[in-house]
C-alpha cells in the first residue's frame, strides 16, 4: 500500500486488488482497518495493472487510524460493490464537492475520449482542500473547470452550486453528474429539474453489509449499496422526501441529515458506488483479500 | 417468507421483497429500547456463506410502532414483528406494543447467537424460555413463532418446551455460531470476534433440524437456513417445514428469488401429481 497526500485532511492510498481494479466509476470498496473499522469508499482510480485508489479525509477515530498507517501495513479490501455511472457522450457537466470529486475524476477519465465536452465545478472550503485540481487540469482545458472555494482562497468566493444556475440557464448539457455533500447534491438535482437535464448524483448512507442484506443505508424502497450508489433523476424524484433531508443511524432511525454527520464518527464520507447490477454480490469474487504494499 | 434481520427497517424495503412475492415478511429484531449494533466488520463473506454480528441494531419499539403502523397499511401480505429482550417482561411489552400497531404475528428471536443476556442465550436456557412464552402468549392474542437456536446440546427438548408454553410455531433454524480470523493479521475479522453463519453452508443442518423437529412437535415449523432456490425450499418442506423464510439468497438473487421458488414449487407439485403442498410437508419421513 502506498500513500499520498492530496491536501492537509486528505490523502490517497493505493494498493493492489485484483476485484476492484475491474470497478467502475461510482463504485465503492469496503476498506477494513484491522482491529478499528471497515468504512465504504469510493473508488477513485482502477488500473489494468491491477493498482486501486481511494481518496479518504480524516474525519474519525477509522479514518484517522487509517492515515497513520505506513507503507507497509494491511488493510482488506471487499468489493467492488454497487452500480456505476453511465458513461454518456456529448456535453457534460460535472459538480462535485470535496472528497466526491474523486469518483468523478474517475469518471471524467473514462469520459475523455467519448464527450464532446466535460465541464467541471468543484467545490472545497479553501484551496489547500480543493482536491485533484491538476489531474483535472490535464482532463479538461482549464476554460472548463469552475473552481469554488468558500473562504475565496482560490477561483469563485461561493459554494460549489452557485457558479451552477448560471451556467445551466446559458448551456445546454446532456447529462450531468454530481458527488459530494448530499445538501449540495439535492441542490444540483433541483437545478437539473428545472433545467431538464439528465442528472445522476452518487448519494451515501451509512454502510453494514454492502450487498443489499442489512438495510442499514436505504433511502426509500432503495439500497445504496446495491440500487446504488449511483441513482437517476428518475429515481431521486421517488426518494424526494429524503434525498438532502435524511438518513438512517445506526440504530434504523431515520435522522436529518446534518444531525447523522455528527454522530458518524467512522463513516467516511461519500461512498460512491456504483452499479452494475448483475456483478453478483460476490462472495465467489472476493472474500476479503489482504495486500501488502 | 421474508427471514428477520435482513432489510427490513423500512416499510419501503418490506414492500419491495412482498412484491418479490414473499407471502409474509419478517422485520428486523426490535427491542424496549434503540441500539446502534457493533462496530464493522458486521459481515463477513466465506466460501459458502456469511457470518455476520450486527449486534441487533434497532430503533427501539416505541420508535418502530410507526413503522409497523405504516407498513401494515401498504402491505398486501402478513407482517411478522421479530422481537428480543433482555428478560421475560421485556419481549411481553414488546410483543404487546408490536401487536397493537398491527403485527399479524410475533416471531421469538431467542436464538441471535452474538449479543449477550438475549437471543440464543434465552433460548439454550429451557426454563427461562417457558417464561418468555408464557409471557409473550399471555400479552397477546396473535400467533407466536419461537425461533431456534442450532446452537444448543437438544433442540428437541427446547423445541418441547416452547410448545408446551404455548408457542404456535416453530422457526428453525437462526444462524450458526461461526468465526473467521484473517490470517495476515492474525485478527478476528468481526469486530465482535463470534458471529452467526448463514447461507448454503448451513442448509443441511438446517434440514436436519427440521425433520428431528417434525417427529417431536405437533406445531407447525417454519424452515429457515440457505434456501437460495425451490429444490432447497422443498427440502425443508419434505423434512416437515409448512412454509420457509428466505434471508442470505438475497443479496445474489434479489427479491424476486421468492416468485422463483414459489413457481418452482408448484411446477414440481404439477409434475409429480400432487394436488396440495400440504400433501407433502414431511412426506420425507414416510418412505
Excluded at chain 1, 467545490?123 to 490535464?138: H, M, P
Excluded at chain 2, 466488520?41 to 403502523?69: F, H, K, R, W
Excluded at chain 2, 434465552?122 to 419461537?146: C, D, H, M, S, T
Aim: charged share 25%.
Amino acid at each position: 500500500m502506498n500513500v499520498k497526500n492530496e491536501s492537509p485532511s486528505v490523502k490517497t492510498f493505493i494498493f493492489k486488488d485484483k476485484e476492484c481494479a475491474k470497478a467502475k466509476p461510482g463504485q465503492f470498496l469496503m476498506l477494513w482497518i484491522p482491529g478499528v473499522d471497515e468504512i465504504p469508499l469510493s473508488i477513485l482510480d482502477a488500473r489494468e495493472d491491477g493498482t486501486v485508489s481511494v481518496a479518504v479525509r480524516s474525519v474519525g477515530e477509522a479514518t484517522q487510524t487509517l492515515h497513520e498507517k505506513k507503507t507497509d501495513e494491511i488493510i482488506g479490501i471487499r468489493g467492488p460493490f454497487g452500480n456505476s455511472f453511465t458513461a454518456k457522450e456529448g456535453e457534460i457537466l460535472l459538480v462535485g464537492g470535496g472528497t466526491g470529486i474523486a469518483p468523478l475524476l474517475f469518471l471524467a477519465k473514462k469520459l475523455a475520449s467519448k464527450a464532446a465536452r466535460a465541464v467541471f465545478i468543484i467545490g472545497a472550503k479553501t484551496r489547500e482542500e480543493l482536491l485533484f485540481i491538476d489531474e483535472l487540469e490535464e482532463l479538461c482545458s482549464k476554460g472548463n473547470i469552475v473552481a469554488t472555494t468558500e473562504d475565496g482562497s482560490y477561483g469563485i468566493k461561493c459554494l460549489g452550486t452557485e457558479p451552477l444556475e448560471p451556467l445551466l440557464a446559458k448551456q445546454k448539457f446532456d447529462m450531468i453528474y454530481t458527488c459530494g455533500p448530499e445538501l449540495m447534491m439535492r441542490k444540483v438535482f433541483d437545478l437539473a429539474e428545472k433545467y431538464e437535464i439528465a442528472l445522476e448524483a452518487s448519494l451515501e448512507r451509512l454502510m453494514r453489509c454492502a450487498m443489499g442484506l442489512c438495510g442499514s443505508c436505504v433511502i426509500g424502497k432503495y439500497r445504496v449499496c446495491r440500487d446504488g450508489p449511483v441513482f437517476t433523476a428518475k429515481q431521486l424524484r421517488e426518494v424526494r422526501s429524503e434525498c438532502g433531508i435524511s438518513k438512517r443511524d445506526f440504530d434504523g432511525k431515520k435522522i436529518p441529515l446534518e444531525y447523522f454527520f455528527c454522530s458518524m464518527t467512522a463513516c467516511l464520507r461519500n461512498v460512491e458506488g456504483a452499479i452494475h447490477a448483475n456483478h453478483s454480490a460476490s462472495w465467489t469474487c472476493s472474500p476479503v483479500p489482504l495486500f501488502q504494499g | 417468507m421474508l427471514a428477520s434481520g435482513i432489510l427490513g427497517y423500512s416499510t419501503e424495503t418490506l414492500e419491495s421483497i412482498a412484491e418479490g412475492g414473499a407471502g409474509a415478511v419478517t422485520t428486523k429484531s426490535v427491542g424496549l429500547k434503540p441500539r446502534v449494533g457493533y462496530a464493522n466488520p458486521t459481515v463477513v463473506q466465506v466460501s459458502c456463506g456469511l457470518i455476520n454480528a450486527m449486534g441487533l441494531p434497532n430503533p427501539g419499539i416505541d420508535e418502530y410502532v410507526n413503522e409497523i403502523q405504516t407498513a401494515k397499511a401498504v402491505l398486501n401480505v402478513p407482517l411478522v414483528v421479530s422481537v428480543y429482550g433482555f428478560s421475560e417482561e421485556e419481549y411481553a411489552i414488546v410483543a404487546k406494543k408490536a401487536v397493537t400497531a398491527g403485527a399479524d404475528a410475533i416471531e421469538l428471536n431467542v436464538s441471535c447467537p452474538h449479543v449477550k443476556e438475549t437471543g440464543s442465550e434465552i433460548g439454550q436456557n429451557p426454563e427461562i424460555l417457558r417464561q418468555v412464552v408464557r409471557k409473550v402468549k399471555a400479552a397477546v392474542e396473535k400467533p407466536v413463532f419461537v425461533k431456534l437456536s442450532p446452537n444448543v446440546t437438544s433442540l428437541t427438548e427446547i423445541a418441547k418446551t416452547a410448545v408446551k408454553a404455548g408457542a404456535d410455531a416453530l422457526t428453525a433454524i437462526n444462524t450458526v455460531r461461526a468465526m473467521a480470523i484473517d490470517t495476515e493479521t492474525a485478527r478476528p475479522i468481526l469486530s465482535h470476534k463470534i458471529g452467526g453463519l448463514s447461507g448454503s453452508a448451513i442448509r443441511p443442518i438446517a434440514v436436519r433440524c427440521v425433520y428431528e423437529l417434525y417427529e417431536e412437535v405437533k406445531v407447525p415449523i417454519i424452515g429457515c437456513g440457505g434456501i437460495a432456490n425451490w429444490s432447497d425450499a422443498l427440502e425443508f418442506i419434505l423434512a416437515g417445514a409448512s412454509a420457509v423464510q428466505v434471508g442470505t439468497a438475497i443479496a445474489i438473487k434479489g427479491s424476486h428469488v421468492f416468485k422463483a421458488i414459489t413457481r418452482g414449487i408448484d411446477v414440481y407439485l404439477k409434475r409429480k401429481g400432487f394436488r396440495s403442498l400440504q400433501e407433502i410437508v414431511g412426506l420425507s419421513h414416510r418412505s
